[in-house]
Every structure is written in C-alpha cells, then in structure tokens.
C-alpha cells in the first residue's frame, strides 16, 4: 500500500456542515485505503489546497463540489479543477431531489452542456448510500482508465513519441489493451532499458508479466494486443468485417444467439468511434461514455456471449465458393461462412499537405485526441472539421491544452454539428472558432511548430505558431479491396436493398434491406449508402443485420450466383 501522502485525492467541498460530515464519513469508510480524501466547508479553502496539490504534483482523481450561487468562489471552484487538474472528474453535489426542481434541473443542465461538470452526484443519505457510492465508484474508475492506471498495462519505451513508438501507443489504443509509454531518457525509462540488457533495440515493450520485446514485430503486437495466434476453427456462421460499433454490435447480439461468429480488424476496437471523446446523446448514458469506452465494453461483452476476435489481421478477398461465402486473410488463411457483414466504415480523409503529412504522429494527428490530450497541457492546439467529432475533439482538449482553435471550411458551425455541441464550443473559454478558413500549410523540425490558414472569402493568408493538429474532416469507406462486382454509390459506400440495382443483382428475389449486391454479404454502419453517421445508428443496424443473417445462413445458395463476385485486392 502507497503512503497517505502519495495516495490519489478525492477532494469535496460542501458550505453545509452535516453534508460534510457525511461525505468524510462515506467517503473514508469506503475509500480511505486507496485515497486521501479531504473535506472542506470553504471554497476559497478548497482552491487553496486544490493549488497547493498542482504544485506538488498530487494525482487528484474526484472533486466533489455543492452549488453555490453564480459569481461565487464556489461557483468557480470547478473551473479552476480543470485548469489545475485536466485529469480529475468533477461532479456537481446536489439534493436528492434535485430534477423536481425546475431552477435546479436547468442549472445542472447548463453545467453538463457547457462542459464546467462532468456530471452530478447526489448527497449521500446517512448510512451506507449505495447510490451515492456507483457514481464515485464509476467516476473513479473513469479517472484510473484515463490515467491508464489499471491491472494488466503494457509500458511502451521509446526514443520519441513518434515513429514506431506512436504505431505502438496506436495499436494498443485500439485494441483497448491498457498500456502506457514513457522516453527512454527519462527515470522510469532507463530503468527499464538496463532491465532489458545491452542488446536491446528501442521501442521496448514491457509485458504485464515482466516479459521485456525489444523492437516487437507486428506479430507480436498482435499477440500481446489479444489476437490469436491461430484459428481453431476455419468455418463460421458469420464472419463480420470490422469491429467498430456495427460490428461490434452484430458481434453481441449474433454470438448471444449460439451462431459461430469471427470478428476481423486491421486495426483494433471501436472504428471511428474512438475519435470521440465523450457521447452525450447515446441512449441509456446520461453522463456521456468515451467511445473508447464503449468500444471496450462491447467488447467485452461479445467476447463473453463466445464472439471470436482477430486483430491486425486484414480480409485480402471476398469470394464465394459452392454454398458458402469465402474470405482469404492477408496472411493467405482461408475461411468460410454463411453469411458476412461488412462494418468496416470509414476513415478520415487526409489534408493531402505533403509537409504535413511527414509529421503524422510527431504533432499532426488523423482522428480524435482520447490518447494524445494529457500530454498537450499549456500547447497551442488547432482541430480541422466542422462535424460533431471535431466539436468533441475540441472540447476534450480544452480540458488540457492552453488554447485550442477549430478551422471550420464552412461558414458557421450549425453546418454541420449538433446544436449541443455548438454551444459548448462557443462557450468554452479557452477556444477560438475560425469559420470560412482552411489549412493549406505549415512544418517543423521534426515536429509540427506552425500552420498556414487560408481566408476563404479573400485568400489571405497567415503564418500561426501550433504545437499538434487534429484533422477530422470526413471519411472515405473502406471499401476498395471489395470484389468490383459489389456495388457502390460514387463515393465508394455500399449499396444495400432498394438501392442495389438490377442489373447487378443475380437471384430471383430481391437483396434484403441491407444486403449488398453479393447475395449473402450484408452492410451496416458507416460504410453503407445514406445511413446516419452516429454510434446509435450503426449499433441498431448492427443488430438488424445479425437477423437478416439468421435469413440468409437458412437459406441455401443459388448456383447462379457462385462465383460471379469473386475477386481480390
């Protein structure tokens, strides 16, 4: 056990005295053994001691806070957590009662959109307050994954964050394995280079049982990250391309239904999902989820339901072969299902700068920041986009960076983001909106230092000093290693049902709702033809075409249609 004084805080800080005292009561009991919890009726006392940690470089993990009239020190106070403490979790302590009144309701509301709380908690009840204690619990366990201090962590040592080091952080990111990465210069970094002997070649990574990689292979990245390093099995009920949310998705609800189901990844979990940092309109999250987290929870839970999941592994081809369909892994493995469903979606589109492109992963970053925020504190950071994930980039790095400008195309942001999402950008005291504007340059050595905006209006342009850029301006499908025979629309997404049209359609009835022109291979999500670019969509399609498969696995192949889409990249 860690000395009291190098414990995590959970701080709270309340002007009624019986709430207090509840609080340390419930909070010691429950959480004394692993934080220091510390109490305060003042707020000004609070702030004081909420400095004094920032200057120490105590981890301060929960700040618990009652209301306090607007203006007020105590009004202030979470506002000055974010600025001293980016990591910590903030919540608003209100009665119990709280959603029955109109002034109290509208008031938390306006926290939770204006991103000044993270969430709400209500006072405990004397005794033993279990509902009090889910929601510590479950903002502490938020804070231990953000701070990637949970079981089984792999450490990464590197040289430079960027390079293969980054490819490591990346991979392991998106195969929510909890991992960690220190510079080989640094304390803990030496440390582990001595352990690893003088034959070592950076990166090194650390495996949770003291195993020590020198420069891994992408073989035994893939291992570590949790694939298999072989198939026990070669033939599927249903094989799913893609394990963002529909995937995943089609992955619970088909293993939960006894199919025999595989899930195939280039990468890991969660699609472009992960990029988005908190998802406050997903039905059943009240307090938002990271799309990181709710990859890893689906995750786990088509795991549990017996789903198989094979990482870093990419489907070279598409084919069909008597009655089944056929999928050859790039590695050259074939296998074979009833049915597919494609969930690839889609990635980001590149800027296309060439300066820029040399430093992706050294300042320049293609999707969200969920990994990359921590360590941009007191940074000048710009996102690119004008979309829903771009407004959540930005607000996640708010909490970090010392300020953040979004470069929007468009002439206004109501475009193309969500009404909640415009109003917590347009709040946030630390960003600047630049509408009308693009990127069309910038460089450094060695690490992004400077961008080059463009005025769309009248040209002009501007040289402005910037530490990381995020780029989300839209995706492509990943649809190009598919048979030419599946059709597509002229953007390269997959047509499904209706959309499909006859001539490239080969059996008597007509493709299912999301059927693609290949009998048997099914869409969902981001990579299909108009379908609505949010996490509750893909899911519910997902879901929908794990029973249009049952159809499909029952229903036996036409001979007309063998063979006519095979093909490969």
Known sequence: MASPARLPV??????????????????????????????FRDPEEALARLTELSENGSDLALVLAGQSPPGTPGDELLDHVRRLHPHAKRALLVPANAWADDETADAVRALMALGRIDYYVPRPLPASDEVFHEAVSDFLLEWARDRLLVPQTVRIVGETWAGRAYELRDVFAKCAVPHSFCLADSAEGREL????????KLPLMVL???????????????????????????????????????????????????????????????????????????????????????????YAQAVSFGAAFLFMHEVAALGQSGGALTLTLSDGRALEAGAVILATGASYRRLGIEALEELNGAGVFYGGPTSEAPALAGRDVYVVGGGNSAGQAVLHLARYAR?????????????????????????????????????????????????????????????????????????????????????RDEYGFLLTGEDVPGAAWTLER???SLETSMPGVLAAGDVRHSSIKRVAAAVGEGSVAVQLAHRLVAEPRLSAATGTHAASR
């Not at 701080?11 to 009561?25: G, T």
């Not at 195993?211 to 990245?221: G, R, W, Y």
């Not at 909640?420 to 910038?442: C, F, S, W």
């Open 10 to 39: 959970v701080l709270a800080v309340d002007d009624d005295p019986e709430v207090v005292a509840e609080l340390e009561s419930q909070l010691v009991q429950r959480y004394g053994r692993d934080y220091r919890v510390e109490c």
């Open 193 to 200: 280079v001595d352990r690893a002997g003088p034959d070592a």
């Open 208 to 298: 949770p049982d003291g195993q020590i990689l020198s420069d891994p292979s992408n073989a035994e990245i893939a291992e570590a990250a949790g694939a298999p390093s072989g198939l026990e099995e070669k033939e599927f009920d249903l094989a799913i391309v893609g394990a963002g949310p529909a995937g995943l998705s089609a992955a619970v609800y088909s293993a939960s239904e006894g199919m025999r189901v595989l899930v195939v990844d280039a990468g890991g979990i969660g699609g472009q999902a992960r990029a988005s940092s908190l998802i406050r309109n997903y039905l059943g999250f009240g307090r938002g989820i990271s799309g990181s987290r709710l990859a890893e929870e689906a």
């Open 403 to 487: 300020r953040v400008t979004l470069v929007v195309r468009a002439p206004s942001l109501a475009a193309g983001m969500s009404h909640y999402l415009v109003q917590a950008v347009e709040a946030a005291p630390n960003v600047d909106v630049r509408t009308g504007t693009e990127i069309v340059g910038g460089g450094g050595q060695g690490r992004l230092e400077r961008l080059v905006l463009r005025e769309r209006d009248d040209g002009t342009e501007s040289t402005v000093d910037a530490d990381a850029l995020f780029v989300l301006i839209g995706a492509r499908p990943q649809t190009e290693w598919l048979p030419t025979g599946i059709a």
């Open 510 to 512: 007509r493709p299912l």
